[in-house]
């Protein structure tokens, strides 16, 4: 009876590990973001493949695949492709995700006056996190703060 005890505590600390390893190993998603203007990307892994998209400075993406000097990538309207590994950084730049627009506030929260109002696809470079509320700064100089759920990544 006690060896089975044992044997059983065993097995489920064994199921809890593989199960908090595989956790962890979604949420260490990479995200990246196109290093200038005109990238494109591909639907195969070399230049002879035709051009899918083509996307511009900051724009973020993931990846999702890897091979040689290519990677795969996803946007965050899950298009996919193959960009040059040499075309993209790692980055801090996140895009609005919501359905139409997203409030820019002077503070992390629904109670600070907004400062601007971003369409879907504008994509901002992140300066700091609160909680669920990113503070960000557009192209135009414009910093303010947005609700995470109304961005990407």
């Not at 956790?23 to 639907?43: C, I, W």
Request: contains cysteine.
């Amino acid at each position: 009876m006690k060896t089975r005890f044992f044997h059983t505590c065993k097995i489920a600390a064994v199921a809890a590990s593989l199960l908090l390893t595989t956790s962890l190993d979604t949420s260490a998603a990479e995200y990246v973001s196109v290093v200038k203007d005109g990238v494109n990307v591909r639907t195969g892994p070399s230049t002879s493949n035709p051009v899918y998209m083509e996307l511009f400075k900051g724009y973020p993406l993931k990846v999702i695949d890897k091979k040689d000097d290519w990677l795969k990538v996803q946007d965050f309207e899950n298009d996919s492709g193959w960009i040059y590994a040499s075309l993209i950084e790692k980055s801090n730049t996140v895009i609005v995700s919501a359905d139409t627009r997203a409030n820019m506030r002077s503070g992390p929260g629904t109670d600070n006056p907004v400062v601007a109002t971003l369409e879907r696809g504008v994509i901002l470079n992140v300066i700091e996190r609160q909680d669920k509320w990113f503070k960000v700064k557009h192209l135009s100089g414009t910093e303010g703060w947005i609700y995470s759920p109304l961005l990407w990544p």
